[in-house]
C-alpha cells in the first residue's frame, strides 16, 4: 500500500527553506542601531527610533510631511554654514570595524565643478572621515573611509536624477570586503578593504553636507536612514530593498 508524504519535498520548497534559514542566520550578524524615518510633520527634530540618538534639521533643512526631508541647498559649497543638512549626535559609528548604512534618497544632480562630491553622509574629525558620494550624471557613488594613515575608497555607478533609489554601504575590516548596493543589487564590490570607522575615531556627523568646503551640499530628498552594526549579506540588502523604507 502506498502512502502519502505528509511533509513538502520538491525542489522549490527545499530551497525556500534554505532561503529563509539562511536569511534568519545571517540576520543574527548585523543589528539595526539607529534608524531615522523622517515621518515627523514639524519641527527639527528627526527621530531615531531604535537608540534614541536623535538628529537636526539644520536651516532651510523641513519635513515635508511625507516620510521625506527636503534638502533645497542647490549648488551652495559646504563652506556656506546656511545650507540645509542634518546634524546627526556625534560618534555614532565610533569603535565600529564592521558597518553596514542603508539609505532611501532622491537627488537632484548638480552638473557644476565638483559637485559630484556632494554627500549623503559624512562622519568626520580634522584627520579621516567615512562617507558616501551622491555624485552626479558624470560621476558616479563613491564610499570612502580614511583614518590618519590611509585611505580605501569604493566607486560604484550613478544613481538616477530625481529618482528614488535604495542605497546601501557595507564593509568589515575583519574580512576586508566592501560592497555598495542600489536597490537590491550589489553595483561594486573589493577585497583588502581593511579601513573601518573604528580606524577614524571620534567623529562629527552630517546628512547632506560635506566635511570640505569646496564640496557642494546635497539636493534632493532623503526617505530613510540607517545604521547598523555588521555588514548586511547580498541576501539583507535584496530583503531589506523589497520591503522598503517602513519595515526594516
Not at 565638483?114 to 558616501?132: M, P, V, Y
Request: charge should be negative; glycine fraction near 10%.
Amino acid at each position: 500500500m502506498s502512502r502519502s508524504n505528509p511533509f513538502p519535498t520538491s525542489k522549490l520548497a527545499l530551497r525556500c527553506g534554505i532561503a529563509l534559514l539562511a536569511m534568519h542566520t545571517a540576520l543574527e550578524g548585523a543589528v539595526l542601531t539607529n534608524r531615522y524615518n523622517f515621518n515627523e510633520t514639524t519641527g527639527t527634530t528627526a527621530v531615531d527610533s531604535v537608540s534614541g540618538k536623535n538628529g537636526t534639521l539644520m536651516n532651510t533643512a523641513v519635513f515635508t510631511g511625507a516620510g521625506t526631508v527636503y534638502l533645497d541647498s542647490y549648488q551652495v559649497a559646504s563652506s556656506d554654514p546656511l545650507g540645509a543638512y542634518i546634524v546627526l549626535p556625534e560618534n555614532l559609528v565610533t569603535g565600529l570595524t564592521s558597518i553596514t548604512v542603508e539609505t532611501w534618497y532622491s537627488p537632484t544632480h548638480n552638473p557644476n565643478s565638483n559637485a559630484d562630491w556632494n554627500r549623503i553622509w559624512d562622519f568626520f574629525n580634522s584627520t579621516g572621515h567615512f562617507f558616501l558620494r551622491s555624485g552626479n550624471a558624470t560621476y558616479g557613488l563613491r564610499g570612502d573611509i580614511t583614518t590618519s594613515s590611509s585611505s580605501q575608497g569604493l566607486d560604484a555607478p550613478t544613481v538616477p536624477d530625481a529618482v528614488e533609489s535604495h542605497v546601501v554601504w557595507t564593509s568589515d575590516g575583519a574580512t576586508g570586503r566592501a560592497r555598495i548596493y542600489v536597490n537590491g543589487i550589489e553595483v561594486a564590490s573589493a577585497t583588502g578593504f581593511t579601513n573601518t570607522p573604528a580606524g577614524v575615531g571620534l567623529t562629527t556627523n552630517w546628512l547632506g553636507r560635506s566635511k570640505f568646503g569646496a564640496d557642494p551640499y546635497l539636493s534632493g530628498t532623503l526617505n530613510e536612514f540607517r545604521i547598523y552594526s555588521g555588514a548586511l549579506t547580498p541576501l539583507e540588502a535584496a530583503a531589506s530593498y523589497q520591503a522598503g523604507t517602513e519595515n526594516p
